[in-house]
């Protein structure tokens, strides 16, 4: 955090961005809860996770600052009618993670409030390949990566979170068949030596529960968890539709809730948006961060959301990106965020 970004924030300057970038409400992105964050991680795989008390101070904190926690359905509703000005915020935690029924899902329904949960197909039946998980086991691993034409030294902590980062990108951002390649490639020339990292999914059973509870909004994060953008339209449209039908299927309702997988402009744009509005759902989240505004009810295919993560640097991320004065400053000044 920069000198100055410490100095804003201590003087408390950030909340001066509230009334123009602070919106109506917001969407919370979380992944998973856990009882106690483990030391030596790569902090960008380790940010995925908040502790149960994190978690259970975060709802203190906005049901005690006289926001409304609310469902997606009751935002959209809300969006469409104005049927109130009370501050409004919603959870949603992606992929399916079994923790998210045995740790986060007592905490919200201690506190009576609503979340929702994406869940990734391949996921629950546990096929998907969490490579944001492999490749912290090989980086915690190795002391250097040498792949094609990549070669990472990753002996200090700094160099393995930049070596996190390249792996993303090379991953992520190339098409679907040359990033999984090269995924693969990595795994077989160095086997996670100490594959520790939890990634368990939630069980049917599990799922069947949530979806008998009325504060469980349960919605769609693909099949197989590709960069969408990445894919051709046929394959993309499929990934869409089959996790909306498949969840429909099990889950015997409507599935109308989408969040893209990873979700920034490198991932999703007006194709991916009209690939999720014309398999039928109703909204669709991004991770561009960003507050929601009355003016999403016209963008409900592109809504924006803060990653809630917890350390003491990124704290202080949230409260900046609540008021509005980091979203102003990611987006170059822009209102209201879309794709
Ligand atoms: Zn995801």
Redesign the pocket.
């Known amino acids: 955090m920069s000198l100055l970004t410490q100095i804003i924030y201590k003087l408390r300057l950030y909340t001066l961005a509230k009334p123009f970038y602070g919106g109506c409400g917001h969407i919370i992105t979380l ?1 998973r809860v856990v009882e106690k964050k483990d030391t030596n991680r790569i902090v960008w795989s380790s940010n995925l996770e908040v502790t149960t008390t994190y978690l259970d101070e975060t709802l203190t904190y906005f049901t005690s600052h006289n926001y409304d926690v609310i469902s997606l359905d009751e935002m959209r509703q809300r969006l469409m009618d104005g049927s109130s000005n009370k501050k409004f915020v919603v959870f949603t935690f ?2 399916g993670y079994e923790d998210n029924f045995t740790l986060a899902y007592p905490i919200f329904k201690k506190h009576n409030l609503p979340f929702a949960i ?1 869940i ?1 197909k391949a996921l629950i039946e546990n096929n998907l390949k969490c490579w944001w998980y492999d490749i912290e086991d090989v980086l915690l691993c190795y002391p250097n990566i040498h792949i094609g034409d990549m070669i990472l030294e990753t002996t200090s902590q700094a160099q393995k979170e930049e070596a996190y980062l390249k792996i993303r990108a090379r991953i992520i951002h190339s098409s679907f068949e040359s990033g999984y390649t090269f995924y693969q490639t990595l795994i077989a020339k160095y086997p996670p030596c100490k594959p520790r990292s939890q990634r368990k999914a939630m069980s049917i059973d599990q799922l069947l529960t949530l979806n008998d509870d009325a504060l469980v909004t349960l919605g769609a ?1 693909t099949v197989n ?1 590709y960069s969408l953008s990445m894919l051709q339209l046929a394959e993309a449209t499929w990934e869409v539709l089959e996790c909306k039908l498949y969840l429909e299927t099990l889950l015997q309702k409507p599935v109308e809730h989408f ?1 893209y ?2 979700g920034s402009m490198d991932e999703v744009g007006e194709r991916e948006a009209k690939i999720v509005q014309e398999t039928g759902f109703i909204t669709g989240t991004t991770t561009r961060v960003a507050n929601i505004f009355k003016q999403h009810k016209n963008h409900f295919f592109a809504l924006p959301r803060i990653p809630l993560i917890e350390s003491p640097k990124e704290k202080r991320f949230f409260k900046m990106s609540l008021s509005g004065f980091l979203p102003a400053y990611l987006h170059a000044g822009k209102r209201v965020v879309t794709l």
Do not use: V
């Open positions: 992944h992606d992929d994406y990734t994060h968890h969040a997988p990873y």
